[in-house]
Nanobody, 115 residues
Framework: QVQFVESGGGLVQPGGSLRLSCAASALFSIYIMGWYRQAPGKQRELVARIESNGATYYVDAVKGRFTISRGSAKNTMWLQMNSLKPEDTAVYYC??????????WGQGTQVTVSS
């Protein structure tokens, strides 16, 4: 059973930074991995993805502010979030893909950006 465990969320003021971590119970060196988020009342959406060769993609809303990276063991991943905005408030999840595998969703980590 594959599990993803996210951590590092919290309450931060606008303009602040957080670093999210993702640990997978299996190696995903051949997979694309991604960070997703779900804001209250909205659908879960892709935030960023990273391929096994290190190539990255970001949605326009976070481009230039967020940085996705993964460890050499390929079963860990991070999301450095800078210049946070209130609209970044959401529960953040990691998964493979896109497309994600529904059975792999973890509990997520709450990020709240508020003054």
């Amino acid at each position: 059973q594959v599990q993803f465990v996210e951590s590092g969320g919290g309450l931060v003021q606008p303009g602040g930074s957080l670093r999210l971590s993702c640990a997978a119970s299996a190696l995903f060196s051949i997979y694309i991995m991604g960070w997703y988020r779900q804001a209250p009342g909205k659908q879960r959406e892709l935030v960023a993805r990273i391929e096994s060769n290190g190539a990255t993609y970001y949605v326009d809303a976070v481009k230039g502010r967020f940085t996705i990276s993964r460890g050499s063991a390929k079963n860990t991943m991070w999301l450095q979030m800078n210049s946070l905005k209130p609209e970044d408030t959401a529960v953040y999840y990691c998964n493979v893909g896109p497309p994600p595998v529904s059975a792999y969703w973890g509990q997520g980590t709450q990020v709240t950006v508020s003054s």
